[in-house]
């Protein structure tokens, strides 16, 4: 048997050694880890205007081409300087024959299961219509909210519509296949297929794309103005 | 001559999974594709290796009653040294893989190993011991993994290889393959297949 004081001087040296290890390299490697993360978000905005990419370097070289970054406040104004913490960050997507924006990208938060979601939302000039939306971030079980990153539950927003007849609606995350849920008929725009077994998941989701869209309202409102569209209401117009 | 021996039990006649049954859980949550398999028999290979190494050279040092923490904290140190450098230099895989590195620390392969052999022999024998513990269960993994691919998605390494022409007669990927049940099934088959040809018997020749 080992004496007790020997059991501690054991344990603590040990302690001491491997924490050093650990610091060790998580300080040497946090400036890489900072910057494929950075990079992965920037393929997450991508993704959700529907530009694919392959590598990393493909991902700056269209990132830095592509995507113009701003803050605009709540009023919808577009400002000068982006540390305004009152600012909701968008992105806006060039397209590269005409060069104007024909999506606009904006993060999107929110409580799952056991995790906060992180994602992006890709809209229409308009904030209507839905381009695309990634997750690139989260905590939920694989295999049952982990799906929320997956093709096909991301595909099925691809089209579906934020606003009916003028007014705000979201999009409503169904329990299972989507044809099942009520009302469906009425609002096949406005209805996405979910996740069974990660129905909190699922709601979560639904309420994300209840709430921060409308952080955004304002300003679509405005470009919606110029350009003469009328807001969600004329849906032919975005075809 | 001794390496040889060693790595040739490991993974013929004592493989961690054909035969000792150990790491099967990460075995069927990772083969979905053969990148995944590779770069996790890679990672299991390392810490086994790396952990046998240390925990046999201090083995004379680490106080009987409480060994089992001891094995635990250098295993995850490890595993968190590779969930690192993974992070910074493979990311993709590092986001594939999720939480499946970081559970190598639970992976039986890596506990066993240090159990059975590492706390009992010497440090070089350990160190090559905990390699061919590993390959073998790279080996395993990949093999299913290129099975699951070809059969699940019609690739390898991400390449298609089935051709467009028999998927215009009718053929298509088969979606069970993408799932773990199908893991499982393959595992049995292959466990099955390799007791038939000698292998995985337990007994050292």
Redesign the interface.
């Known amino acids: ?2 004496s007790n004081k ?2 501690i001087t ?2 603590t040296l ?2 001491i050694i ?1 924490s050093f ?2 610091a060790g ?2 300080s040497v ?1 946090k400036e ?2 900072l910057y ?2 950075q ?2 978000i920037q393929r997450n905005i991508l993704n959700a205007a529907g530009i694919s990419v392959k590598n990393m370097t493909e991902v700056e070289a269209k990132y830095n081409e592509l995507v113009t970054p701003m803050t605009i406040s709540v009023q919808g104004n577009i400002l000068e300087q982006s540390e305004d913490l009152d600012g909701h960050k968008l992105f806006s997507i060039r397209d590269v024959e005409t060069s104007k924006a024909y999506a606009y990208v904006y993060p999107i938060i929110g409580k799952g299961l056991w995790s906060t979601l992180y994602g992006y939302l890709s809209v229409t000039p308009s904030g209507n219509r839905i381009i695309g939306i990634t997750f690139y971030k989260h905590g939920e079980t ?2 049952l909210g ?1 799906e929320i990153e997956k093709n096909w539950f991301r595909k099925n927003f691809i089209g579906k519509e934020l606003y009916k007849n003028g007014n705000f609606k979201g999009i409503t995350v169904a329990k299972g296949k989507s044809e099942n849920e009520l009302g469906y008929k009425n609002n096949k725009k406005h209805i996405v297929d979910g996740i069974s077994g990660a129905t909190i998941t699922s709601k979560g989701v639904e309420k994300m794309l209840a709430s921060e869209p409308l952080k955004y309202h304002k300003f679509f409102l405005n470009t919606c103005n110029t350009m003469g569209d009328r807001y969600g209401n004329n849906q032919n117009n975005e075809k | 001559m001794e390496i040889i021996k060693t790595m040739k039990n490991n993974i013929w006649y004592s493989n961690p999974i054909a035969f000792q049954v150990l790491g099967v859980c990460s075995a069927l949550a990772v083969t979905v594709q053969l990148e995944n398999s590779l770069v996790m028999g890679i990672s299991l290979t390392l810490t086994v290796a790396g952990s046998n190494f240390i925990l046999s050279s201090i083995r004379n040092y680490i106080p009987h009653n409480i060994r089992i923490i001891v094995e635990l904290a250098v295993i995850s140190s490890l595993v968190n040294v590779i969930d690192e450098l993974l992070l910074a230099y493979y990311f993709e895989m590092s986001k594939a893989l999720s939480v499946f590195v970081g559970l190598i620390i639970t992976n039986c392969i890596v506990m066993g190993r240090a159990e059975a052999f590492a706390l009992a022999n010497a440090p070089i024998a350990s160190f090559w011991d905990g390699i061919g513990n590993g390959v073998g269960y790279a080996i395993v993994l990949a093999i299913i993994g290129s099975i699951r691919e070809i059969f699940g998605s019609g690739c390898i390494l991400g390449y298609k290889i089935v051709p467009e022409a028999i998927y215009s007669l009718g053929y298509v990927d088969n979606g069970l393959m993408l799932f773990p049940p199908a893991a499982f099934i393959l595992l049995g088959m292959f466990i099955c297949c390799l007791k038939a040809a000698g292998g995985a018997t337990g007994e050292e020749k």
Do not use: E, H
Request: charged share 15%; net charge positive; with cysteine.
């Open positions: 048997m080992y020997y059991v054991f344990t040990m302690c491997i290890v650990l390299t998580s490697l890489r880890q494929n993360k990079v992965d694989p295999g982990a």
